[in-house]
């Protein structure tokens, strides 16, 4: 489990199939085979590494679902490790498993994002998101659509200050409300039948 809090802006070095090698500045000799790393938000696993550099597989699923497909050589990556048990929790619980992509409509300092409105109803406003990987809070929403407020720091710190309009960017919503809606979605059919 990640916390949304952005450790690092690495970058893609490159890519063979479906075989990614990513750099993380300052890193060197701190990787483990089979450790997880969340790359722009999604959860992968290192199957090897040399210096800065390490390396992961990418299954279609994630390929499909996620903007990796679209990074070329040299764009930068947010990364995160998963938090240990004692760490601070200062993001929110974030899985590293993507729902969809969506599409930046309008960039920074208000960040707008469209996506398929069959996400709609895990979107609550001053509810949580993660985009990127970076653990937000929506300021405002509409059908197929939120927009979350990017301070100076995090545009600094993350990609979210490079993206522009017509961006693709990876959304995993909140845990909680997927779970909630799931819950109550099967007690709405339970009344029905």
């Given at each position: 489990m ?7 802006q ?108 069959t ?11 993660a ?52 819950m ?10």
């Amino acid at each position: 489990m990640f916390t949304g809090l952005v450790q690092s802006q690495g970058s893609l070095l490159s890519r063979e199939g479906s075989r990614f090698a990513f750099v993380w500045p300052g890193a060197a000799g701190s990787f483990v085979v089979g450790e997880s790393i969340s790359v722009n938000g999604c959860c992968l696993t290192v199957v090897g590494f040399e210096g800065e550099s390490f390396f992961v597989d990418a299954i279609d699923e994630t390929l499909a679902r996620t903007n990796l497909n679209q990074l070329g050589a040299g764009t930068p990556v947010n990364l995160e490790r998963p938090m240990s048990v004692g760490d601070s929790f200062g993001g929110h619980m974030v899985l590293g498993h993507v729902d969809t992509t969506g599409i930046v409509m309008t960039p920074v300092p208000t960040l707008r994002v469209a996506f398929e409105d069959t996400y709609d109803k895990f979107v609550v406003e001053k509810g949580s998101v993660a985009i990127d990987g970076v653990s937000l809070t929506v300021s405002d929403l509409g059908a197929g659509w939120l927009e979350v407020s990017i301070i100076p720091h995090t545009a600094t710190v993350t990609t979210l200050g490079l993206r522009t309009a017509g961006d693709k960017v990876n959304l995993e919503f909140d845990i909680i409300a997927k779970h909630v809606a799931v819950m109550i979605e099967a007690q709405l059919g339970k009344l029905s039948r």
